[in-house]
């Protein structure tokens, strides 16, 4: 393959991408890089203030992208968003599943022991990053299974090959993500088409919305004991940054990975690699 076919194949012009969780920090700078690789975007997230920013830094890009108002909990908002991206853009040919997050009361402490954990809250961080990403692919896999074709990429999390302290409902959830990620991949190739394929990508340790203050303090920006212990058990020495994830996400969406399906991609800087010693 020359080079010329070889970047061709990370050209997305024409190709309608379905981010949910799209004005995430995570989702939201996925969407802008494959803004910039030609995609036509459609961003799903229950807050959509958040994409009148990322609309701007797509520039010129940003006529290709289009926000769309789902809780990725109700089955009828997605089929209704469902619905509203067909008739934006004619069809699917990806799914990412960028919504997920964690939140205090399902998170264990000094003065929050796992016994005491709210059923709410366990809950609600179980349902929002497992049944948050069944869901959009069964009303977005659907449309793939019945043209034929498409590509799935699912958000997992280090959490799912090394369970982190503190948040077990998290931890359950995101590895429950990974082993549905597999699933997937092998029932939709046999029962419908082998040329919808599902992967995930498994990031380490990225400062977001929901873990900010478990790693940095509040007030000083310092890191905390547990921001300290992540740092020195990644070899990289540092936490990822959002365009660490382009890569991997790009070329699991792109025909470069034809022949792969119910893989998950550690983008980790070496932390699961990484014994202590």
Request: charged share 15%; glycine share 10%; proline share 5%.
């Amino acid at each position: 393959m020359d080079l010329q076919k070889l970047t061709q194949q990370y050209d997305f012009t024409g190709r309608t991408v379905v981010i949910t969780g799209g004005t995430g920090i995570l989702g939201g700078e996925i969407a802008c890089a494959l803004a910039g690789c030609g995609a036509q975007l459609a961003m799903l997230d229950h807050q959509l203030e958040p994409g009148g920013p990322l609309l701007k830094r797509m520039d010129s890009h940003a006529a290709n992208a289009a926000l769309f108002s789902v809780d990725v909990l109700n089955i009828e908002s997605l089929q209704q968003a469902a619905s509203a991206v067909l008739d934006h853009f004619g069809k699917v040919d990806c799914l990412i599943n960028a919504a997920g997050g964690n939140k205090p009361q399902a998170t264990t402490g000094p003065e929050q022991k796992f016994f005491d954990l709210s059923i709410d809250a366990l809950r609600w961080v179980l349902d929002l990053n497992l049944l948050g990403t069944m869901l959009p692919c069964q009303v977005f896999g659907k449309i793939m299974a019945e043209r034929g074709e498409g590509t799935i990429v699912n958000i997992s999390s280090m959490n799912a090959f090394r369970p982190l302290t503190r948040i077990p409902a998290y931890s359950a959830a995101k590895a429950g993500v990974s082993n549905f990620t597999q699933w997937l991949a092998v029932h939709m190739a046999q029962e419908y088409s082998p040329r919808i394929r599902v992967n995930a990508v498994a990031p380490g340790f990225f400062l977001t919305n929901q873990n900010r203050f478990l790693l940095q303090h509040r007030d000083t920006g310092e890191w905390t004991a547990r921001g300290k212990a992540i740092l020195a058990h990644t070899p990289m020495g540092r936490l990822g940054d959002p365009e660490d994830l382009f890569g991997a996400v790009l070329w699991l969406l792109s025909p470069a990975s034809a022949f792969v399906t119910g893989i998950v991609v550690p983008i980790d800087g070496g932390f699961s690699a990484y014994s202590g010693v």
